[in-house]
Each structure stands twice: as C-alpha cells, then as structure tokens.
C-alpha cells in the first residue's frame, strides 16, 4: 500500500531504525545490496514456517500443497507486474531462466545473437555457448561505454541492427534472432533504456530478452504495457524473498517453444507452468517467500510522541498460525514500492555525490540524469594501470578485502571503459552515513594501489 492509504499513524522510519528487521552483523555497513540481496527477519520466519508444514506431511506437501501455493505466489505476481499469472513459473535465478529461454531456440547456421558489451558475465557465457555448440551461429555485441545518454544508446543499438540488414539486402533484422537487454546492468550499475530498446526490436522483428536481474522492486515493472518476448528478474534481490528466487514471464504465444533447462514429468503435458513447477525434488519454501499467504501481517505503527522525541514501534498482529511475513507483504507495512523506491533512489544519487566530493571524482551519470536507480557508480581515486584480466582481478580482490577485513563494509569495485569505479546500492537500512564509512574504507585502499603501482604482491 502506498503511504496516501494508510492510516494517520506514520510509517516505519528508514535508515538504521530498519536493521532491527534484517539480519545484517551489527556494525557491518552494506552497500551492496543489488549483488545477493537480504532478507528480513519476518521473511526468514516465513521460509522455516513453510519448511516445517513441508516436513509435517512430505507427501501431502509434494504431492498438494505445494502446488495450491505455488498458484498463489504466480497470481500475486502477475498483480505486481500487471500480467496474467499464467504467464509467469518461478525459477531459481535469473540464470537458469534465461538458459531456459536461449537454449529452448532451434538456432540455424547463419543465426546471431544480439548484446550489449555490458551484459553479465553468465549471460555473456551463455551466448558464448550456444555459439560453440551450434554451427554458424554468431555473437553481435554493441559497444558501450558509460557514462551514455539513453538517445545515443539506443541510437547505437539501431544502427548494429541496420547494418546487419544490409549484410542480408535489407532482411528485416538481418540473421539477428533474439537480443538480450538489461533492465539494470551490473557492472556499471545503470539504468537501461529497455523500454525503448523492446520497441526497437520489435520494429525489426527481432525477439526481445529482458535481463532484469535488479528490475522488481527496484524500478516499476509494468509487463502488459512493456511487452517483452521474455524477461526475467529476481525476487531475492531487491524484493526480499529469499534466495533464490526468481520470476520468468513468457507470454502465452511463446510458451509452447520454451522448456526448462532440466525436463521432467511436466514436459509430457506439454503445459509451460507444469514443466517448470516440477524439475524433481527440492525445498520449494524459498519461492513461497516471494509472497503467499501464510503468517500475520505486521502492521508496523511508529509514531512520535508528543512530549519527547522518541519514536514507538507497535505491531498490530492479524490472527494465524505462525509469526511470519512474505516479502511482498513487508513491503506493503513499509508503505508501499513508491516509498521505497524514492527512498533509495534519493539516497543513492545524495550518497554518490557526497562520495565524488570526499575523493575528488565525478558520478557516473548521463545528462538526463536517468542512469542512477538505486544503485551509483563513482569513480574511484585510482590511476593504476590494468595490463591484463589478471592484473585487473587482483586489484579488485584487494579492494574487496580491504573493506571486508579491515573496515567491515562492502561496495563492488569494477573496472569499465578504462577506469575504475565503485557501485554502491542504497537499501532502506541504509544511511548517508554509510557511504562515508564505504569511501573512507575505499580511500585507503585505493592511497595503497597507488604507492605500488596497482602491484598488490608489494602489500
């Protein structure tokens, strides 16, 4: 629910106050949050609630159970991203749905595949793949170099695929059959144009991929309106469920081509949610996080008092058999994905640029300003040079251990288009605080590289 629908009592603060609900180390600051993501403790609750109604009755859950609240979480779902829950199965991460998807193609010598350089790594090696294990496939990737305007981007993105038409005397779309497109990439940690790019493809009757591995709960997901050929993003990121878990939509007009990875009983059917609702036995608990109904919903009511200035937190428990919440329903006593989502959008763009000011860099943003989400990219005070793929791990390996071991935090150091830089994710537990905790940790790894020329053997 959104804060204009609920009552007169305020909603939970964000920043510290919310770390009570995670399970975060005290002391540990995470700024990363957009890599594996974490969960509530009410969500935790839910996950051994429904481990423990899994192991009451085995039989009576594989064989009934399970499957009546599997259905729940899908039309839960489909509300969310405004699509028919027949439409989507639940998979464990964004990785083994996109296999699905790429490796349920019947690709023919001459086929390509379209990317942007900026893909994932595991995606990267998944086109790689099929390129090794199909004679005459091939890979297009367009170069990209951020920081980009979204205009220029899918400018570049146009002008591949115009080229791999003339290659073909005009062929619509040239050989390219299927492109994949970030929603949020990782590394930069950037907002996509995907939106724009999904019509681009379609004008070229080329199939659309959306990799939108930091899209739910992280940006507005609307599917009817985006229609995608297929997209995929995970829940146990920014949405809170545990991991992993993930949501595959495949619209009804492709679901008789796609296959999971893995063929079980369901492939005899010939029904895309059976196939992908039963790959053979495994803890399903972790999916029902996502949403289902099981537990009370707490209701968090903290307001102020009027004579002091301390805040009191109240649960209001609706009656049910255990004490635990799904992330959607977390959520919503938050105050709803508007509120959320400005939170950490607010908080990354001021902590990025606080960040640029104590190193004496700049944020990665286009001038649009629509590359940060909530997730920022700043360069970091590092000019060392980075020879090869080794060196360049090396380096950031330290980066990491420095702030793990020594400072007790963590951001994603990265390099991109030949400089360095750090991602940082803001969450709702988050303050500005912390990323001065992060750049001072950073600082100081960095001051290190620098004295040995990026040698970390010299430490």
């Known amino acids: 629910m959104d804060s204009s629908a609920t009552t007169n009592f305020a909603l939970p603060p964000f920043g510290h106050p919310m770390l009570r609900h995670f399970l975060l180390e005290d002391g540990f600051v995470s700024l990363n949050h957009g890599s594996y993501g ?13 481990q423990d109604l899994a192991e009451s009755n085995p039989d009576r859950w594989m064989r009934k159970t399970m499957h009546d ?12 991203l405004n699509c028919p829950p027949t439409d989507l199965a639940i998979v464990p991460n964004t990785s083994a749905g996109i296999n699905a998807i790429l490796r349920s193609m019947h690709l023919r010598p001459g086929d390509k ?18 390129c090794d294990t199909h004679e005459g496939v091939s890979l297009v990737c367009v170069e990209v170099a951020y920081p ?46 995907f939106e724009r790019l999904v019509k681009v493809l379609k004008r070229h009757r080329i199939l659309s991929l959306v990799d939108g591995a930091h899209a739910i709960g992280h940006i507005p997901l609307d599917l009817q309106e985006l229609d995608p050929d297929f997209l995929v993003t995970n829940c146990h990121k920014w949405l809170y469920s545990v991991r992993g878990s993930a949501v595959l939509y495949v619209p009804r007009r492709w679901q008789v081509s796609v296959h999971p990875t ?22 399903f608990s972790g999916y029902m996080t996502i949403p289902a109904g099981m537990g009370f919903i707490p209701i ?24 635990s919440i799904p992330a959607l329903d977390f959520r919503t006593t938050l105050g709803g994905e508007s509120r ?120």
């Not at 974490?38 to 429904?50: K, M, W």
């Not at 609240?69 to 969310?80: A, N």
């Not at 010939?270 to 609702?277: G, H, M, T």
């Open 340 to 459: 959320i989502q400005s939170y950490c959008h607010t908080l990354a763009v001021q902590g990025g640029q606080l960040v640029a000011r104590l190193w004496g860099t700049s944020v990665m943003e286009n001038p649009e300003g629509t590359l940060t989400a909530n997730m920022v990219n700043v360069r970091l005070p590092l000019t060392t040079p980075a020879t090869d793929n080794n060196m360049v791990k090396r380096q950031v390996h330290y980066l990491m251990e420095v702030q793990l071991l020594e400072f007790r935090c963590f951001a994603a150091p990265y390099r991109h288009a030949g400089a360095w830089w750090v991602r940082m994710c803001a969450q709702v537990y988050n303050e500005i605080g912390d990323f001065e905790v992060v750049a001072k940790a950073l600082g100081v790894a960095c001051k290190r590289l620098e004295s040995v020329g990026g040698d970390v053997d010299k430490l």
């Open 69 to 80: 609240e599997m259905t729940k979480v899908r039309s839960r779902l489909g509300t969310f």
């Open 38 to 50: 974490t969960y509530p403790r009410s969500v935790r609750d839910s996950l051994r609630a429904y």
């Open 262 to 283: 893995s063929i079980s009983i369901g492939y005899k059917d010939r029904d895309f949610q059976a196939e992908f609702e039963w790959q053979g036995t495994i803890d």
């Open 113 to 130: 595949l379209l990317c942007l350089s900026t893909i994932y790594e595991a995606m990267h090696q998944t086109l790689c793949y099929l």
């Open 148 to 193: 980009v305007s979204d205009d220029a981007l899918v400018e570049a993105v146009e002008q591949v695929i115009e080229e791999e038409e003339r290659k073909e005397d005009g062929l619509v779309g040239g050989r390219i059959r299927i492109a994949i497109v970030d929603a949020i990439s990782s590394q930069p940690g950037v907002r996509v144009p």
């Open 300 to 323: 968090f009511l903290e307001f102020a008092c009027l004579n002091c200035n301390r805040w009191f937190h109240y649960s209001l428990l609706m009656p049910s058999p255990s004490s």
